[in-house]
């Protein structure tokens, strides 16, 4: 019998099944949005899933207010295209009005605030589910996650009681006031991601292709010179080749220097590279664990 | 552009705790070179504050704090590579007998299943537990891994021995296929590398046998399975009266123009078009996900089911099940009521009978102490509040399988497998 699909479409048939899923199951999902590949990949996938008829859940973008300019404009387009709703949830508006305090310092960052206005956001709009684009092969504490996965009231994850979660069975029942947290594509690697991308001709932000960029270093890693980020005097500013292979905030996203100018030479350079993609995210860099740390208090 | 169209591999870790799981998978990576820098240097320093002398390579997939904290796997860890030949999903799983559930998670999907053995202990009840959950779930291959083999000098005799005694105890359960290795998950033997010291064992290395065993997939094509997800209704005026059904093929080949029943009404009508990710296309088999058009006006809905009329799946209320019981606050209650999961329905259950709990050590099937508790393995039957569409598990994985919820808690308290 000759009935075969490549690991590709083997990957797109699972991501698809669990969107459905979600949308089946569930009365009001909300479908994360950071404007990187990976949410960039969701919203395709959840595209093909309900085709022809709308996607069934609105965007939520946690904006820190530092974000590259070309994020904002690309989720723009992309909502106007698919004449999607947008919830955006504001970092800025959540210091002005008390809700997070900001972090000082030279390290400063908004990406751990970005957990209070997101659990806000999904308190205000009664989302009993957050589809994330995380994925199991980004980072360890991700790598234990489910598909379908509890969190409390406080929006919280409890990674040593997680509940089993056997063949395609979706467990998600849940109390008043719970919700869950949904990864379509856990079993992507960056790998697939960009291959999937390629085939599928999907329109990327030009921030993932090599551009000239004013930079400085810190801690070994390149960061995009910006007002958001109080520099040391010594962290002198340069022009250098970089890229992006994650977008986050402009503060914690670390850039590459890369010559990959189209998408097959990011294949080729990730499929030859000795570093993971979050290799580069200073967040993560925080503690042995930073990671499920945050995920612990309700991070993406 | 094009993809070289590369197999998918799903395997699973299993055995009892401490006999080198994580490690293999850490070595496995890491002779197959597929540790990035930061990666090896995170855990590298990790090891170095824990005043460890080697690198230890399990902290690759023992990625909690918890788990670095006690040294065990808690809960399932996924890990991806590839080969030319292949690529790979890894659930490297937990030993601990308190965390069987998260076992079973990890193996539910798998392909194969390693089963590893310290050379130094043998085959134990853990060992037992977990074969016969491998054997449950119908894992079409096993590869007993018989581990620590420096810690013996690799020695033929004691090799010998583990692998006797797991023959012996595998003869009784429903598993065709099993391979024995030598290997040592700490040093390297015969995991990526050919080892020097076991020049008696003249088998593959694993990463061999991983690239080359042959899935002749594990899917049914021959009985058609559809479980409708969801009913597709654009509600614009260029689809105005479309209508279609979206779920995963579970079995068979459906084809346009083919004639379809559906349950539980029994109609039949003819598919009209399908509806794939790329468009119109002809067919759609397992694992697609498509959307289903058919040419009469049927009411269906979510968890209807479309099969041939000449081969349908049983429908049924009272269903027999192997299950595995989670739940360590309670046991299984016989008369007791739960919600189930099957395929893309949700019904509610009495448990009418308890046929027997199976002795983990001698498989006996005991009819007397039926109580089962924690990760225990028994025969029950269910009565279910509506029909469900099913058949048995080892004819169809999807359509034979059931979990099992306790509605108090919303825990899903058992795996089921349908006889
Ligand atoms: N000498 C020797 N030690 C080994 C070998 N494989 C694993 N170990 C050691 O055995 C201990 C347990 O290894 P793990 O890989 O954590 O065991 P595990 O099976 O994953 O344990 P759980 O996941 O908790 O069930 C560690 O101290 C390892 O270094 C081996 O081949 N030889
Ligand atoms: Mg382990």
Known sequence: MSYHINHLKELESESIFILREVAAKFENPVLMFSGGKDSILMVHLAYKAFYPAKIPFPLLHVDTGHNFPETIKYRDDLVEKLGLKLIVGSVEEGIKNGLVTEEKGFNAMRNGLQTAILLDELEKGKFDAALGGARRDEEKARAKERFFSHRDEFGQWDPKNQRPELWNLFNNKHQFGEHFRVFPISNWTELDVWQYLAVEQVELPSLYFSHKRKVFKRDGTLLADCEYINKRPEEEVFEEVVRCRTIGDMTCTGVWKSDAATIEDIIKEVSTTRMTERGG??????????????KKHGYF | MEYKSSELLRFTTAGSVDDGKSTLIGRLLYDSKSIYQDQYDAIKT???????????????????????????????????????????????????????????????????????????????????????????????????????????????????????????????????????????????????????????????????????????????????????????????????????????????????????????????SKISKIQGPDGEQEEAFPPQSVTILIEDDIDISRGDMIVRPNNSATVAQDIDLMICWFSSDKSLQ?????????????????????????????LHRDMENKEINMNEIARITIRTTKPLFVDAYRKNRITGSVIIIDEATNNTVAAGMII
């Open chain 1, 281 to 294: 995210r200073t967040d993560d860099k925080r503690s042995e664990t930073s990671m499920e740390d945050r």
């Open chain 2, 46 to 268: 990790a090891s170095e504050k824990r005043g460890e002398e080697n690198v230890n390579l399990a902290l690759l997939t023992d990625g909690l704090k918890s788990e670095r904290e006690q040294g065990i796997t808690i809960d399932v860890a996924y890990r991806y590579f590839s080969t030319p030949k292949r690529k790979f999903i890894i659930a490297d799983t937990p030993g601990h007998i308190q965390y069987t559930r998260n076992m079973v998670t990890g193996a539910s999907t798998a392909n194969v299943a390693l089963i590893i053995v310290d050379a130094r202990n043998g085959v134990v009840e853990q060992t037992k537990r977990h074969a016969i959950i491998a054997s449950l779930l119908q894992i079409p291959h096993l590869v007993v891994c018989i581990n620590k083999m420096d810690l013996v000098d690799y020695s033929q005799e004691i090799y010998d021995q583990v692998h006797d005694d797991f023959e012996s105890f595998a003869a009784k359960l429903d598993i065709n296929d099993v391979t024995f290795i030598p290997i040592s998950a700490l040093v390297g033997d015969n995991v990526v590398n050919r080892s020097k010291k076991t020049t008696w064992y003249e088998g593959p290395t694993l990463i061999y046998y991983l690239e080359n065993v042959h899935i002749s997939s594990d899917h049914n094509f021959i009985d058609v399975r559809f479980p409708v997800q969801s009913v597709i209704r654009p509600y614009n005026d260029d689809f105005h009266d479309y209508r279609g059904y979206a779920g995963r093929v579970a079995g068979g080949v459906l084809k346009k123009g083919d004639e379809v029943m559906l349950l539980p009404s029994g109609f039949t």
């Open chain 2, 334 to 362: 016989l008369r007791g009521k739960y919600a189930v999961l099957h395929t893309t329905q949700e019904v509610r259950c009495i448990v009418k009978e308890i046929k027997y709990r199976l002795d983990i050590n001698t």
